[in-house]
C-alpha cells in the first residue's frame, strides 16, 4: 500500500479538523483588546525558568491573531513588572510559589494590550482590563 493510500484513511478526519496552532506573531505597534488564553512556566534550553502568558487579539483587523507576552522567573529586580501584570490581571499572589498553581485564574481575562517595538525587540503592555458594560455595576470608578 502507497503512503497516499495509507493516509487517504483519514482524509476525511483531516478535512473536518479545526486549524490549531502554537504559533504567535508580533502584532504592529498599537493598542489590543485581547483575551488570555493560556498561562504556562517552562524551562528554557540554557535552564531559565519562565512564565508565558498567551493571548488572542478579540476585535478589530489583528482578530485571532495569537501572542504571548514573557516574564522571567530568575531576576527579582523583575519581579515588579510581572507583579503589575498579574494585578491588572485580577491575581494578587503573595507568594511567587503560588503561581503555578493559580496562574489558570487568569484564563479569559479580557485586557488591553499595546504594542511597542524597540529595534529588534517587541514588548507587551498589560494597561488594563476590558470590563463588559453590564458586568461594571458596583466598580467604583
Known amino acids: ?16 479538523a479545526e486549524v ?6 508580533d502584532l504592529p505597534e498599537g493598542k489590543y483588546e485581547a483575551k488570555v488564553t493560556g498561562t504556562e512556566i517552562f524551562e528554557s534550553g540554557d535552564g531559565r525558568n519562565f ?12 482578530k485571532g491573531t495569537k501572542f504571548s507576552k514573557l ?4 531576576n527579582p529586580e523583575r519581579f515588579k513588572y510581572l507583579k503589575g501584570d498579574l494585578t491588572v490581571c485580577g491575581l494578587m499572589l503573595g507568594k511567587l510559589s503560588e503561581l503555578p498553581v493559580q496562574m489558570k485564574k487568569i ?3 479580557h ?3 499595546q504594542c511597542k517595538k524597540n529595534g529588534q525587540y517587541t514588548n507587551y503592555y498589560i494597561n488594563g482590563q476590558v470590563f463588559d458594560k ?6 467604583p470608578f
Open 107 to 109: 484564563h479569559g481575562t
Open 1 to 16: 500500500m502507497s503512503i497516499e493510500e495509507t493516509l487517504s484513511q483519514f482524509d476525511s478526519a483531516f478535512e473536518s
Open 51 to 62: 512564565f508565558r502568558i498567551n493571548m488572542e487579539v478579540c476585535a478589530g483587523e489583528m
Open 71 to 74: 516574564h522571567g522567573l530568575d
Open 134 to 139: 453590564k458586568n461594571t455595576e458596583g466598580v
Open 111 to 113: 485586557l488591553r494590550v
Open 20 to 25: 490549531s496552532t502554537n504559533a504567535t506573531i
